[in-house]
């Protein structure tokens, strides 16, 4: 890379801050590697003042080593560090979660609990990798966009470059970062899409980034197109519509009325349309050896000898007589393993991002008015089996 090209990138990146509502503090999610190590050094060229946040997943033989060196980097730089140690296995077996889902679980719980604007190495490939994935699985028009560079407190201003370019970038100046060898693994499915499916790609079309990019930008520009029917049907005025394109843009869980029995949801980086539902489920007595209506679920309790493997949709708690399934109420909580006190069930369900529209329909097991669980998420830890008897609850829809 010339120093031509050397400009260009950071360039390239005032011009990607120009997007963001970002004053001269931010807060780096930085793990050592190549990606976090370059977006941390173009920060630094830019005088910007800059903390660091890294989490130890403790997965890798090596990762001693590795935080040695993220706090090294903060030393060198005389940066203030936020470091956080978790047993991500373990945290992954006792969620019943697995190891991706627990370790972005816990960055991004390290994350929110810090002040300020977080920026996120997220690079092209990342975004590309994104896309492949959704696209094999099954995705909407909006899940096709990829990662967006802005959510929330969240910024990935090094979206636009390439692994290629990143590369090139640190070796020019010599920067020395982390070489995580569990990327070249393909014991994950981004991972076979990074090293086997790219690869292939390159042999058909060199350019395939930038081309899988270009068409990534035109779904933004197009994602209203599968309403556009509804729309129509509806009546929408110009005035709807322009409320529909704001909403587009803005952050969080937004809803927007667009007849007496449609809504439009905007939650994080999805938008649909749903029928209206003016009513919570009714609070109903659990029936021990039957089942109960909650909605459009059907609860399940049934006195069981032994506890088997617990899931989501499954727990096993002590025996209790008297229980109900009701919605959420404000002040909710419950004990949660892990913590000394309570958790608030709003901040849980804020935590989990679930979707606010439909928090009020999640089955609410209670006894006394107490939280015993929060059907399909979490069980209180108050109500783990003891010795006797033992209830099992499962969800059904």
Not at 42 to 49: E, I, S
Not at 120 to 132: P, S, V
Not at 216 to 243: A, F, T, V
């Amino acid at each position: 890379m010339t120093g031509m090209q050397s400009n260009k990138v950071l360039n390239d990146f005032k011009h990607n801050l120009s997007k963001f509502n970002l004053n001269r503090e931010v807060v780096i999610a930085f793990s050592g590697g190549s990606d976090s190590s370059f977006m941390l050094d173009l920060f630094l060229r830019l005088g910007y003042k800059i903390e660091l946040a890294y989490v130890n997943h403790m997965l890798r033989k090596d990762s001693e080593a590795e935080e040695e060196f993220v706090k090294k980097v903060a030393e060198v730089n005389n940066l203030t560090i936020h470091v956080k140690r978790v047993d991500v296995s373990k945290f992954a077996k006792e969620r019943k979660i697995g190891i991706e889902e627990a370790a972005r679980e816990v960055r991004y719980d390290f994350f929110n609990s810090l002040k300020g604007t977080i920026a996120t190495a997220h690079n092209l490939d990342d975004n590309l990798e994104t896309f492949i994935f959704r696209l094999i699985r099954g995705s909407s028009i909006n899940g096709l966009r990829g990662i967006p560079e802005v959510r929330d407190k969240y910024i990935r201003p090094i979206l636009t470059f390439s692994k290629r370019v990143i590369l090139n970038y640190l070796h020019e100046y010599g920067i020395k970062y982390v070489d995580d060898y569990s990327n070249r693994t393909n014991d994950f499915t981004r991972n076979k899409i990074r090293n086997k499916i790219f690869p292939l790609f390159e042999e058909i079309n060199s350019g395939f980034r930038s081309k899988i990019a270009n068409f990534m930008n035109d779904l933004k520009e197009i994602e209203l197109d599968e309403y556009s029917s509804l729309i129509k049907e509806q009546g929408m005025n110009r005035r709807k519509m322009n409320q529909i394109k704001k909403i587009k843009d803005r952050n969080g869980s937004l809803s927007l009325d667009i007849s007496k029995d449609r809504v439009l949801r905007k939650v994080y980086d999805e938008i649909y349309i749903e029928n209206r539902k003016n009513t919570k489920p009714v609070e109903t007595s659990i029936v021990l050896g039957g089942s109960v209506e909650f909605g459009e679920c059907k609860i399940d309790a049934e006195v069981v000898e032994k506890v088997t493997e617990d899931s989501d949709r499954v727990c096993h708690i002590e025996y209790l007589e008297g229980m109900k399934v009701r919605s959420r109420k404000p002040g909710d909580s419950f004990y949660q393993k892990g913590l000394d006190g309570r958790k608030s069930l709003k901040k849980f369900l804020i935590d989990r991002k679930v979707n606010r529209f439909v928090r009020d329909n999640i089955p609410i097991i209670t006894y006394n008015n107490e939280i015993v669980w929060v059907a399909g998420y979490v069980v209180s830890e108050k109500f783990r089996p003891k010795d006797g008897k033992i209830i099992r609850l499962s969800l059904r829809n």
